[in-house]
């Protein structure tokens, strides 16, 4: 049995099937109920709370962590997690990281992450990390927006980064916990391409089949926004990065064609698959 934790999110719902059509029984992890493949069982249950996943782990081979952001904060003990899969029976996890413990590794976040993934290593278990950068699907930000007015409203309009597609981050997770070849490695997951906030807006507009205008916000109008939703200090490392992408943040790894055995996905398929939630 495989457990999948985020199970209900954007890697999580194409991870689960995928292991679901690979015949494997998978056991999906998510804190409210959800619909799930047919076949597959579903367990509410919070990884804030370790000792309360014994029965979810229970007869697990294999887990994929993916940590709700309440167990990034300061105080938090995600490493308690890894302790229980491993109490539990669990020989294999892979983990969800982030390409910024390797780009920007002082920030609160990523030090914690970092730990996370030494803790990982260090476990006596078989592991791989994937260390994704910016999400293809973080342009669902802009879908009330484009549904209303037909505008995406960003910043740094001119400055692109090689967005992942989720459908990537998680195939290679799949692949990650089937195959043997691919334990004990971190892997760098990126898009195929630098893609531009502009560029994005473009692509949105040809899935849609109707013009989508680009304004862009100044960063002070961008943080009033994003401060609504996140942390200041988390904001502000956002908009860091969208703005000022660093040389490594800029680079298309192989690992995700490597792994796959296939270029990974444009930003365009993603908008053209998604395009309903911009309707």
């Not at 998978?26 to 799930?36: I, K, L, N, Y």
């Not at 309360?52 to 308690?80: I, M, Q, R, W, Y």
């Not at 990523?110 to 278990?125: H, Q, Y």
């Not at 760098?188 to 949105?204: D, M, S």
Request: proline fraction near 8%; charge should be negative; glycine fraction near 8%.
């Amino acid at each position: 049995m495989i457990v999948v934790t985020g199970a209900t999110g954007n890697i999580g719902r194409p991870l689960t099937r995928a292991l679901a059509e690979a015949g494997e029984q998978v056991t999906a992890v998510s804190r409210r109920p959800a619909a799930v493949p047919d076949g597959v069982r579903h367990v509410v249950a919070d990884l804030a709370d370790p000792a309360g996943l014994e029965p979810v782990l229970t007869g697990a081979k294999s887990l994929f962590l993916l940590l709700p952001g309440d167990l990034h904060a300061t105080g938090a003990d995600p490493a308690a997690v890894i302790g229980a899969a491993a109490d539990s029976g669990v020989r294999r996890i892979v983990l969800l990281s982030t390409l910024s413990v390797v780009t920007r590794p002082f920030g609160a976040t990523r030090i914690a992450m970092r730990a996370l993934e030494d803790t990982l290593r260090e476990s006596g278990l078989e592991w791989a990390v994937l260390r994704p950068g910016g999400f293809a699907s973080n342009a669902l930000w802009w879908a009330e927006s484009v549904r209303a007015q037909r505008v995406v409203a960003a910043p740094f309009g001119d400055v692109g980064m090689p967005l992942v597609d989720p459908a990537d981050i998680a195939a290679v997770a799949a692949a990650c916990l089937l195959d043997d070849r691919y334990t004990g490695g971190a892997y760098e997951l990126t898009g195929p391409e630098v893609i531009t906030p502009r560029g994005q807006t473009e692509a949105i507009a040809a899935a849609l089949g109707s013009p989508v205008a680009f304004h862009e916000l100044t960063r002070d109008e961008a943080r009033a926004a994003l401060v609504r939703n996140m942390p200041a200090e988390i904001a502000d490392d956002t908009l860091d990065i969208l703005g000022e992408p660093s040389p490594a943040e800029l680079r298309v790894s192989p690992d995700v064609e490597r792994i796959l055995g296939r270029a990974p996905l444009p930003f365009a398929d993603w908008a053209a698959r998604n395009v309903d939630a911009f309707r």
